[in-house]
């Protein structure tokens, strides 16, 4: 007797159900999310095809707009502040001679944001408190002639971007 087909078959990979979706990168607005598989059900051997196909897909998530928080007056936020969101605030500018005034944003126990506005030197300053140390950014705004009477309300939008901050005055970025 002789001994034949001695060499192991080969094996087809093939591919693990895929993992369970990653959180979405965003609460709001649009992000994504991944999730993933691999070829070791059953790993190629011995000369067997590797898996067809992707590893991973990549989906679109969160699409909601992120909810806008209005506030008029000391308010307290709920959670901390996200990519996404915006916070709109109110006054009324009583002294067309105000050399400043400001909006703040208010964590647990902390100001997270301090704007201060200076329409008198066309600047807003921009201190944001980030890991309990301050930083401060400085922008130039807006012409003090159109903006600023007696006695008329203003509005303030921030919006939280990546690694900063989108400012508005009456709806106008600065």
């Known amino acids: 007797t002789q001994d034949c087909n001695t060499d192991p078959c080969s094996v087809d990979g093939g591919w693990t159900d895929f993992s369970d979706w990653s959180e979405c990168s965003v609460a709001c607005n649009g992000g994504s999310q ?41 308010t307290m936020l709920t959670r901390p502040l996200a990519v996404g969101d915006v916070i709109e605030a109110w006054g009324i500018y009583k002294d067309d001679q105000t050399v400043k005034f400001n909006v703040n944003i208010l964590g647990e126990e902390m100001n997270l944001l301090h704007v201060d506005f200076r329409p008198y030197i066309d600047t807003i300053v921009l201190n944001n408190n980030v890991n309990g140390l301050w930083q401060e950014e400085i922008r130039p705004a807006f012409s ?23 400012i508005s005055f009456n709806d106008e970025e600065i």
């Not at 999730?35 to 000369?47: K, L, V």
């Open 144 to 166: 003090t002639a159109d903006n600023f009477k007696a006695d008329t309300k203003f509005k303030v939008t921030i919006e939280v971007l990546d690694g900063e901050y989108k």
């Open 34 to 74: 991944s999730r993933t598989r691999t070829c070791s059900n059953p790993a190629p051997a011995n000369g067997g095809a590797d898996c067809d196909g992707d590893d991973s897909e990549t989906q679109d998530c969160n699409p909601d707009p992120c909810p806008v928080t209005s506030v008029s007056g000391r």
